[in-house]
Structures are given as C-alpha cells and as structure tokens.
C-alpha cells in the first residue's frame, strides 16, 4: 500500500465513522427510509458538480449503466435504508463495529466468485481484526443487557449486517468488471442512477407537518456530500488500487474512530475494553493490508483522485 493509499484510507475512516453519527441525530427527525432517501438525493447532487465539471461522466454512465445499476442498488440505495431502520434502535457505536463485517464478506466473495488468492498474513490480520471488534463489542452484547433487551437488538443489527453484504457485493462488482472505469465516473453513475430510484420514495415519506431541526438538516446533507459522494470516489478509488478486502478492511479502523469523536464530542467514557480493542484492531489492520514501512517511506508523486 502506497503513501497515497494510506492517506485516502485515514480520510474515508473519518468521513464514514461520522455518518453513524449523522444517522443518529437525522433518523429520529426524518424517518429511516426518508432520511436514507434524502442521503442519496442530496449525493446525487453532489455529482451534478462533477458532470458540469466533466461531461464525459455521462458517456461512462450510458456505457455501463447496467453495471452502475447494480452498484447504486446494492451498495448504497439498499444498505443505507437497512443502516437507517437498524439506527433506530442501534447505537452509532455498535453500527460502526456491525459495519466491521465487511472485509470478512468481501474477502469470501472475492475468493469465491472471483478467485482472488489472500495472502496466509492478509487472513490472519482479518481474524485479529474481527476479534479487536469482538472486545469493542464486548460490553454492549455482555454488560449486563438481558436476554429479551438483547433479543429485540438482533434484527435492527441483522439489517446492519445484511447491509454489509451490499457493500461487498458492490466492492467486488466494481473491482472486477468496472476496473478500467475511473472511481469519480463510477460514483457518479452510481449515485444518480440510485438518487433517481429513491426519489420518490423520499417525497412520499417525508414527514410532512413535522418541524426539522437544523441539526438534522445539516446532518443528512453532510451524510450525503460528505459520507456518501465524496467517500464513495475515496472508497471506489482504493478498490481499483488494492483490492476489495484490502480496501473494505477500513471498516475495521471505522469503530475507533467512532469511539474517539463519542470520547471527545459527546464524553462518553473510554473504557479499557475499547483501548484494548482498538490496539488490536490496529494490529489486524496493518496485517490485512500488508503494509509495509519501507514501501509507506517512499513517496507517491500520484494525485488523491484519478480523473
């Protein structure tokens, strides 16, 4: 993994670990399938810039609207209807772990369907991974919950991770079949060809009558320029460049990230499961991605986003 690669894969930790955040202060106010239709329609918009930008956007979306479909449809419009009912009753901690199942479901469909070999030291770091996960979740799903608390927990998070498999399947399809096509036209067919099917769907569920605070305004459109548009180039990028497991493997970094804004910006307590828990998922992190330092030390003279 390059500088360059590394610097994408810190930024889009931080843009993704804040959109559990968004889902949890906009749901309430909006409603899962509005506010999950307002996030793609506002980052359909977003890629309007990119097409008065870039015509030739366009030409790329009519090419391989089949394909862009799929992608729209399955990794983003789906997953982020399931992530809107599941946050509300989930917190934006355990969506983020949830959201951690990724790299494992795209590692299996990648070397199932597609033949992608892993490496022994890329699995290993996948299994550490999953088990730094394990401890962040250790106190929600062991800290006294009762069975029938826990109960009611499981289908919001069944959403969650049926999510998680849009987001593989997603990861794999535009690896494979869109790999000459440029992140920024992929996510700009994808978005629009998604905001087009949610559109409607987002004017008949708005909540009409009902007063929208400003901070749930100014968290849906953030979700959608900022945790959608903008992170879905960085992601579709770092698929082309690394490979789906490796790239969805920053789903297991999201988690810390979302433990230190919920320290910082809400003074939740850092318990020693979650510093635990975060060490260890570095540690899966850096095997999984094969880093190495000697390769991070040389310079990347390739600019953030391809073209």
Same mark, same amino acid.
């Given at each position: 993994?390059?500088?360059?690669?590394?610097?994408?894969?810190?930024?889009?930790?931080?843009?993704?670990?804040?959109?559990?955040?968004?889902?949890?202060?906009?749901?309430?106010?909006?409603?899962?399938?509005?506010?999950?239709?307002?996030?793609?329609?506002?980052?359909?918009?977003?890629?309007?810039?990119?097409?008065?930008?870039?015509?030739?956007?366009?030409?790329?979306?009519?090419?391989?609207?089949?394909?862009?479909?799929?992608?729209?449809?399955?990794?983003?419009?789906?997953?982020?209807?399931?992530?809107?009912?599941?946050?509300?009753?989930?917190?934006?901690?355990?969506?983020?772990?949830?959201?951690?199942?990724?790299?494992?479901?795209?590692?299996?469909?990648?070397?199932?369907?597609?033949?992608?070999?892993?490496?022994?030291?890329?699995? $290993?770091?996948?299994?550490?991974? /999953?088990?730094?996960? *394990? @401890? +962040?979740?250790?106190?929600? !799903?062991?800290?006294?919950? =009762?069975?029938?608390?826990?109960?009611?927990?499981?289908?919001?998070?069944?959403?969650?991770?049926?999510?998680?498999?849009?987001?593989?399947?997603?990861?794999?399809?535009?690896?494979?079949?869109?790999?000459?096509?440029?992140?920024?036209?992929?996510?700009?067919?994808?978005?629009?060809?998604?905001?087009?099917?949610?559109?409607?769907?987002?004017?008949?569920?708005?909540?009409?009558?009902?007063?929208?605070?400003?901070?749930?305004?100014?968290?849906?459109?953030?979700?959608?320029?900022?945790?959608?548009?903008?992170?879905?180039?960085?992601?579709?990028?770092?698929?082309?460049?690394?490979?789906?497991?490796?790239?969805?493997?920053?789903?297991?970094?999201?988690?810390?990230?979302?433990?230190?804004?919920?320290?910082?910006?809400?003074?939740?307590? $850092?318990?020693?499961?979650?510093? /635990?828990?975060?060490? *260890? @998922? +570095?540690?899966?992190?850096? !095997?999984?991605?094969?880093? =190495?330092?000697?390769?991070?030390?040389?310079?990347?003279?390739?600019?953030?986003?391809?073209?």
């Amino acid at each position: 993994m390059s500088r360059r690669d590394l610097i994408i894969f810190i930024s889009l930790s931080f843009m993704w670990s804040l959109s559990f955040i968004f889902y949890r202060v906009g749901v309430p106010e909006f409603g899962s399938m509005s506010f999950a239709s307002l996030r793609v329609i506002f980052a359909g918009l977003t890629m309007l810039v990119f097409i008065a930008i870039n015509p030739s956007h366009l030409r790329v979306m009519r090419m391989h609207w089949k394909l862009l479909s799929i992608v729209g449809l399955v990794s983003t419009a789906i997953p982020f209807v399931l992530f809107s009912y599941a946050a509300q009753s989930v917190n934006a901690g355990v969506l983020a772990v949830l959201n951690a199942a990724v790299p494992m479901m795209s590692g299996f469909i990648a070397s199932t369907f597609f033949d992608e070999k892993l490496s022994k030291k890329q699995i $290993l770091g996948l299994f550490i991974g /999953i088990t730094g996960v *394990v @401890i +962040l979740m250790s106190e929600s !799903l062991f800290g006294g919950a =009762s069975l029938s608390g826990l109960g009611s927990g499981l289908l919001p998070m069944g959403y969650a991770l049926l999510g998680c498999v849009g987001y593989a399947v997603g990861a794999n399809v535009t690896r494979n079949y869109l790999q000459d096509t440029s992140p920024v036209a992929i996510t700009v067919g994808a978005m629009l060809i998604a905001s087009m099917v949610m559109l409607p769907i987002g004017v008949y569920e708005f909540p009409y009558g009902q007063s929208i605070s400003l901070k749930a305004w100014v968290s849906v459109v953030c979700i959608g320029v900022f945790s959608t548009a903008i992170a879905f180039i960085f992601i579709n990028e770092l698929i082309k460049s690394i490979g789906p497991m490796r790239a969805t493997s920053i789903t297991l970094v999201i988690p810390i990230f979302a433990i230190i804004f919920g320290y910082i910006l809400l003074g939740e307590a $850092l318990d020693t499961a979650a510093i /635990i828990g975060s060490a *260890v @998922i +570095l540690v899966g992190t850096y !095997l999984s991605l094969n880093l =190495s330092v000697k390769s991070f030390t040389k310079s990347s003279r390739r600019p953030l986003i391809d073209k």
